[in-house]
């Protein structure tokens, strides 16, 4: 399905931040993670992006999301290579114990713990082993598996990196598939939360209109976990040119009003977000006088700077609008 020569564009590198001449962090290379916070709230956007503000306590989802997308990418790409079921699952698990088995096994939540982790594999092998989708084949003969990404995305020099999950073949069309986990039941209303869907939206852009994939939606494939449980479930979408066309539009627009943030060093806060999927981790930062934050985010959260904003001195500036005075990094 897929046409000779087409491929997923390789840039030199490129600075994802960079300082401006006026002194301020602008970013470069934007990606759908950066994106969804500032449309969120600008400010939040500017503590985690720019100012490098993170949660001090170690989050089991994020390390259990990524391990049991190590370990269906390894299924897929045994079963696409014509390997056995009972070889491409212990592949997948021998993967898992040498990468994440460390880390996952100091986790206290049990659904996202170690056992959690073998036990989406396996039960996913079971499930899908014999499957009607089938992973597409790149021009090179490779699979289509978790395909990275950095091109062109706007006139002011702005770039748009990421990275597909897989694309498959599906009754003769391609399609771009989003691995989800989540603890969420499975509803219908689970899966109207993709559409629309920031993150979905910019990878079939960037399939359509610069990878020229003639991709024609998307499938989510999410694996639902408990303690002593595992379910899978999929959504098939198609979504027009047009939808996709103006969802470049708006980002095209997002990332002005950012470059104009980032003139002015300004970042204003959107109360609207703060309640968003639990609560915003900055709210009782915002709920602090503009004079006292600094003392609050630095006491509440670590710093790690991106490496691109570090200057010699090793100081960036917090943000003019909450207290004109620079914060020494360790």
Not at 45 to 74: C, D, I, R, W
Not at 179 to 197: D, I, Q, R, V, W
Not at 287 to 311: G, M, Q
Request: charged letters at 30%; hydrophobic letters at 35%; one cysteine or more.
């Amino acid at each position: 399905m897929m046409d000779d020569g087409i491929g997923y564009i390789e840039a030199p590198h490129f600075p994802k931040y960079v300082w401006q001449e006026n002194g301020t962090a602008k970013q470069m290379v934007w990606d759908t993670s950066s994106l969804s916070a500032f449309s969120s709230c600008p400010r939040y956007y500017n503590y985690q992006n720019l100012l490098g503000y993170k949660s001090k306590q170690y989050s089991s989802a994020t390390g259990f999301g990524s391990a049991v997308h190590e370990g269906f990418e390894e299924l897929d790409r045994g079963r696409f290579e014509g390997k056995s079921k009972d070889e491409s699952v212990k592949n997948a698990i021998k993967l898992i114990l040498l990468e994440f088995g460390e880390e996952l096994l100091r986790t206290e939540d049990k659904a996202r713990g170690l056992e959690a982790t073998m036990r989406a594999i396996v039960w996913r092998a079971e499930e899908f082993w014999e499957d009607s989708i089938k992973v597409a084949t790149m021009p090179d003969g490779d699979p289509a598996l978790e395909q990275r990404f950095e091109v062109p995305f706007s006139v002011t020099g702005e770039r748009l990196s990421g990275r597909i999950d897989k694309v498959v073949e599906l009754d003769n069309e391609l399609y771009v598939v989003d691995t989800k986990t989540t603890k969420t039941g499975l509803t219908s209303y689970y899966f109207a939360n993709f559409t629309p869907n920031n993150q979905v939206y910019a990878y079939l852009w960037a399939a359509k209109h610069i990878l020229k994939l003639p991709v024609v939606g998307f499938i989510v494939e999410a694996a639902q976990t408990g303690v002593n449980f595992t379910r899978f479930e999929r959504a098939v979408f198609k979504v027009n040119d047009e939808v996709i066309q103006e969802w470049y539009i708006d980002s095209m627009h997002k990332i002005d009003l950012s470059n104009m943030y980032a003139k002015d060093n300004y970042y204003p806060a959107d109360f609207t977000a703060c309640s968003n999927y639990g609560g915003c981790k900055f709210r009782e930062v915002c709920n602090e006088a503009p004079s006292r934050r600094h003392i609050v985010v630095e006491s509440d959260f670590d710093r790690e700077v991106h490496k691109d904003l570090r200057k010699e001195d090793n100081v960036v500036a917090l943000p003019t609008n909450e207290l004109e005075i620079e914060v020494e990094l360790e």
